[in-house]
């Protein structure tokens, strides 16, 4: 897992802060009610900002609240393509707060993810926001697992994650009643959250601040400016053009892009170089029937296996008492394709031709075939869940929901594993920081993602 940071010359641009006047009055919540968002369209055709940040996920929402907190003289926006803001990959998430025990020490994925949940904990007492500290148990249930336990239990430590512990059978018992298991990592401080409720707390705390949350703005260019404005003292101080489908424009001097499962077309798009390239991953869930949901009370995961490049199918507890289980992991023939019958020409094209998916599925054959197995047979799914609790059968569960993961591939098909952050070369690329991988966990990094974020920006343009 290596992280890869690369700041070349380039050159790209965003949009401008404050509400004047009655718009903000307009825009400002009544007590108690949601924050309203600002939609593209719904002003004059062209707006400025200092910086804009394409892509309105809880990893571009924390990062547009750590800037304008950091720097509140800016005028900052977010463009955000859909008409709510966290609806893909923060909207579809298992809403895990994990430990940081399954990453490379030193690695940056590590180091964040540490930081990052003790962050979301603080932030979610600070505002208020609902969440459960359950805990985790990594569990083995073959004597030939408890090896990579041990090992995974010292690279938790290494990684400083708090209150880790090997535990035996009765202990296992003490924890989850009805799991199984030779022996187990348990992990105190794993919890979970509703991140979306998160995303809108952040989008809040931004507009509160003089934010502007632009939805329904889906970016389909970037340019630089022809000329400057008719009687401009500033001369070129916006000098990025941002539009969208309908021909509205945004100008900015800086631009963070955070747009996820879109983020190497966006980097394209830009002039930046395209790769690494995103392959989506569908994952789904099945759902515990309500009457069975007493059979788990904390999450409970598989011991990875360093083979395959997934954790493998897990009991999560949702803030709402449901028990999701899952999630697997075959390829989505679209980037946002939620159901297995979901196709887009363009997204499987690019899926061939331009990523190195092709080795990558030589390279996990079986594993991707055993994939598509369970995706299509609740019953493969169930004989791996009873492993750990043997009293699941197949009438206790349901077809769940679905989430897309946006993984970066290289083109000798590894899965690119760490934080990958770039520039470009050109006028944009100078003016330009894309965020090309935020893998999971990145919802619990969000906060530390967001501080690096802050930093790096500050450093590169100079604010």
């Known amino acids: ?41 719904r002003r004059a055709s062209t707006r400025s900002f200092d910086v804009v940040i394409i892509g309105g996920g809880i990893v571009g929402l924390a990062s547009a609240r750590a800037l304008i907190l950091r720097h509140p003289a800016l005028s900052i926006g977010v463009l955000e393509k859909e008409k709510d803001l966290a609806v893909h990959q923060t909207g579809h998430n298992s809403g895990v707060i994990h430990s940081g025990i399954y990453y490379k020490p030193e690695s940056l994925k590590a180091k964040l993810c540490v930081q990052g949940s003790a962050l979301i904990y603080e932030y979610c007492n600070q505002k208020g926001i609902s969440y459960k500290q359950c805990g985790k148990l990594i569990v083995a249930v073959k004597q030939e697992e408890i090896p990579r336990l041990q090992a995974l239990y010292e690279r938790g430590l290494q990684n400083g994650v708090q ?3 090997l535990i035996q059978q009765e202990d296992i018992k003490k924890k989850e009643p009805y799991c199984r298991g030779l022996m187990a990592i348990d992990c105190p401080y794993t919890g979970i959250v509703d991140y979306r409720q998160v995303a809108l707390s952040f989008a809040q705390d931004f507009q509160e601040a003089g934010g502007v949350v632009m939805t329904s703005f889906e970016v389909k260019d970037i340019e630089m400016a022809k000329e400057s404005p008719s009687g401009s003292k500033d001369g070129m101080k916006y000098p990025i053009v941002i539009r969208n489908p309908k021909g509205e424009e945004v100008q900015c001097q800086y631009v963070v892009t955070c747009a996820g499962l879109y983020s190497d077309r966006i980097s394209e798009l830009s002039g930046c170089n395209p790769n690494p390239q995103i392959v989506p991953f569908r994952g789904d869930y099945l759902l515990l029937k309500p009457e069975k949901c007493y059979l788990v009370k904390g999450n409970i995961y598989p011991v990875p296996d360093s083979r395959f490049p997934f954790l493998g199918v897990h009991f999560t507890p949702r803030m709402d008492g449901s028990i999701w289980l899952g999630p697997n992991a075959v390829l989505a023939f679209k980037r946002e394709g939620y159901k297995p019958f979901d196709f887009s020409a363009r997204d499987v094209m690019d899926e061939i031709i331009k990523s190195g998916l092709i080795k990558l599925v030589f390279q996990n054959f079986s594993y991707g075939v055993n994939e598509m197995y369970k995706a299509c047979f609740l019953s493969a799914t169930v004989k791996h869940l009873q492993k750990f ?7 206790d569960i349901l077809r769940g929901p679905a989430g897309v993961r946006a993984q970066a591939l290289d083109r000798d098909g590894n899965l ?3 934080f990958v952050f770039d520039g ?39 604010l």
């Open 416 to 418: 690119v594993e760490d």
């Open 389 to 395: 609790i043997p009293e699941i059968t197949t009438s």
């Open 163 to 165: 209150g880790l512990r």
């Open 1 to 41: 897992m290596v992280l890869v940071l690369r700041y070349l010359s380039g050159a790209c641009g965003g949009v401008r802060g404050g509400l004047p006047g009655g718009f903000a009055a307009a825009c400002r919540p009544a007590p108690g009610r949601p924050w309203p968002l600002c939609q593209g369209g």
């Open 424 to 462: 470009g070369v050109g006028d944009i690329g100078n003016r330009i920081l894309h965020v090309r991988n935020a893998p999971s966990p990145a919802a619990t990094s969000s906060l530390a993602i967001s501080g690096m974020i802050a930093d790096e920006v500050q450093q590169r343009f100079k």
